[in-house]
């Protein structure tokens, strides 16, 4: 299944965090705008439950049945995201350099420190084992998935042992655990929802439960074709954000609009034709959402804050645009240059096969994940 609606959602929350980012360069007044899109942040839990709803759907039934498959796997995933991963990492890493030599001028020294890069090289930078964000401070969430990747086995054995159930079991143990850990200070947050350090095990409840959807969602006979629930769930799920609702509320509506949103699509699969308009920019989130930081300490913090900005030639809200479109223009361009050329040579490489040709874009087809 190619799920549009999902795609659109993640594509909407990388938007999101990206323009929320780029207000901290807006001039005095923007608190009020920042503090509503801060309080949209919980779309990242939407992040890990959408992944491991397609890695599930994807993997549950074949991964581990065979010799290697969980290597391959892996290999796959790592060659998915890692290239564009390390040129944003190196991109900091320059800019670490810069400041070490007095070139540039940080009021944030912490987050180029050099001890965190091996962390950072092996994303484990989410693992609980640094302090702050550091280098491309949007990268733990890549962190976090990897910690998912790995793990997934455990939700595979949950599901064959107990079924939905297993799921639904382990997902609530990580929630129970994360909420011990944070009572107990071992999670230095007030909630494992704003984790991002120790992001990883976030991440992993959140994967479990889009894992529980996903088989909910295959198990289900209601033939359900209309979008209009999962769009008004969405809604509730966004309104309970922004009206500072019960977290869990907020994951259970999220939950519930995604399994509303793929039942639709499952049965009526060219229903979402309406959303194909978006699908250049769908699937090119993750890279929004990496390039995002290197483009911000280019057009933001170098060339507005000391040359746009100084002459009051134009309004931050006029020239943030910028940044959003040059944003979308170096993702969209890395995902064809780039990050597919190279990811189907190390897979090619590493798995002693040779790179499939990518078809051409097709309007519907029966078989296809959202970014994936």
């Keep these: 299944m190619h799920y549009r609606i999902f795609e659109t959602w993640r594509l909407t929350a990388a938007l999101t965090i990206m323009m929320w980012h780029f207000l901290r360069y807006a001039p005095p007044g923007h608190e009020a705008a920042s503090a509503a899109l801060y309080r949209l942040m919980p779309l990242m839990e939407m992040f890990f439950m959408i992944s491991g709803f397609l890695i599930m759907e994807r993997y549950g039934d074949r991964l581990l049945r065979e010799r290697g498959s969980f290597g391959r796997y ?51 930078q989410a693992w609980g084992l640094t302090d702050t964000l550091t280098f491309n401070y949007v990268a733990w969430s890549m962190s976090a998935e990897w910690f998912c990747y790995l793990l997934l086995p455990l939700i595979i054995l949950a599901y064959r042992a107990g079924g939905k159930a297993g799921l639904a079991a382990m997902a609530a143990l990580s929630v129970l655990v994360l909420e011990l850990a944070v009572a107990a200070n071992i999670i230095p947050f007030a909630s494992w929802l704003e984790a991002n350090t120790w992001g990883a095990y976030r991440a992993f409840a959140d994967f479990a439960l889009g894992a529980f959807v996903a088989m909910a969602v295959r198990d ?43 039942l639709a699509e499952r049965n009526r699969p060219d229903s979402s034709l309406y959303l194909a308009f978006l699908h250049p920019l769908g699937k090119v989130s993750l890279g929004i959402y990496l390039i995002h930081p290197v483009i911000e300490s280019v057009l933001l913090a170098v060339l507005w804050r000391k040359l746009v900005e100084p002459l009051g030639v134009v309004s931050f809200y006029t020239y943030w645009l910028v940044p959003a479109l040059v944003v979308i223009g170096v ?29 051409a874009e097709i309007v519907v087809a029966p078989a296809n994940r959202v970014g994936r």
Aim: aromatic share 14%.
């Design 74 to 124: 892996l290999l796959r995933r790592i060659a998915r995201f890692y290239p564009l991963y390390l040129v944003t990492l190196l991109f900091f890493c320059v800019v670490a350099l810069a400041i070490d030599f007095g070139f540039v001028q940080t009021g944030d020294p912490g987050r180029y420190a050099w001890s965190a890069l091996p962390a950072n090289l092996l994303l484990l």
């Design 220 to 262: 289900s006979r209601w033939r359900l074709k209309s979008h209009a629930p999962a769009w008004i769930v969405f809604a509730l799920a966004i309104a309970a954000m922004a009206t500072n609702q019960y977290s869990y509320v907020i994951v259970l509506l999220l939950g519930l609009a995604m399994y509303c949103a793929a």
């Design 331 to 359: 993702a969209m361009a890395s995902h064809r240059y780039f990050e597919r050329p190279v990811g189907d040579r190390i897979t090619g490489w590493l798995l002693s096969t040779k790179p499939r040709a990518r078809p």
